[in-house]
């Protein structure tokens, strides 16, 4: 089955710091992907489209610069959180699309990366 | 109105109990509907994907959609403890599945 697999699983750092985290398609090549929040007990809550080669789509309220998105390649795409503060703290997951299965065909996620900023 | 209203529970059931999880939806535009598995600090993974009115059986689970009253059930027989989790449903317009809606999620919890 289609795997999307998120790095790091785990991100405790200080107030300030940039965090980046990837996601990959292991088994498939992913002309888009997805970014998520998700607060605990809360559903999931879509950040941004992001298109390979192209720039990401952002959802309204979300800022552009603060959470950058990079989608170099059919199988990367990474998040990174400039200077993160305590209220960016939060579950982030990833999700992609298998390109050759077309456009009517469910979302696979990543395991999600757990960002803690102190 | 939310566009997707998902009981978050908690529900609890003993094993071998059939469960029965819902979900309504606001915009009849909505055309393909997912039921999908969250285990504790895991993403979310699909179990049932479906885009038409009736039943989709998949072993122990079945999706059923109403496209009529807008309501989505999720039915899991002999449970097991390992069914324990939070079920999401999710729903699209369907083209170019970009714009998925979540339910809040039903955390459920199935007692050996």
């Known amino acids: 089955g289609a795997v999307v697999s998120q790095h790091p699983s785990r991100v405790i750092c200080k107030s300030g710091t940039s965090v980046k985290i990837e996601c990959r398609s292991l088994?498939?090549?992913?002309?888009?992907m997805f970014w998520y929040r998700q607060f605990p007990k809360q559903s999931l809550m879509l950040m941004a489209t992001?298109?390979?080669?192209?720039?990401?789509?952002?959802e309204q309220g979300v800022e552009k610069d603060k959470f950058l998105i990079n989608h170099a390649s059919l199988t990367l795409s990474t998040l990174t959180v400039t200077s993160a503060h305590p209220e960016d703290s939060s579950f982030y997951i990833c999700?992609?699309?298998?390109?050759?299965?077309?456009?009517?065909?469910?979302?696979?996620f990543g395991d999600g990366t757990r960002l803690s900023i102190l | 109105q939310k566009e997707v209203e998902q009981d978050p529970g908690p529900l609890s059931v003993p094993e071998g109990a059939i469960v029965s999880l819902n979900c309504t939806y606001s915009n009849s535009a909505f055309q393909y509907f997912m039921w999908y598995r969250q285990y504790s600090r895991k993403g979310p993974e699909l179990l049932m994907y479906t885009y038409s009115s009736g039943n989709k059986e998949d072993g122990r689970f079945t999706a059923q959609v109403d496209k009529s009253s807008k309501y989505i059930s999720l039915f899991i027989r002999d449970s097991q403890p390992s069914d324990s989790a939070t079920y999401l449903c999710?729903?699209?317009?369907?083209?170019?599945?970009?714009?998925?809606?979540f339910g809040a999620g039903t955390r459920l919890t199935v007692k050996p």
């Open positions: 999700s992609a699309r298998d390109r050759s299965s077309g456009s009517n065909q469910p979302q696979h």
């Open positions: 088994d498939f090549q992913a002309t888009t």
């Open positions: 992001s298109n390979e080669g192209s720039k990401a789509t952002y």
């Open positions: 999710a729903i699209t317009l369907g083209y170019n599945n970009n714009d998925m809606r």
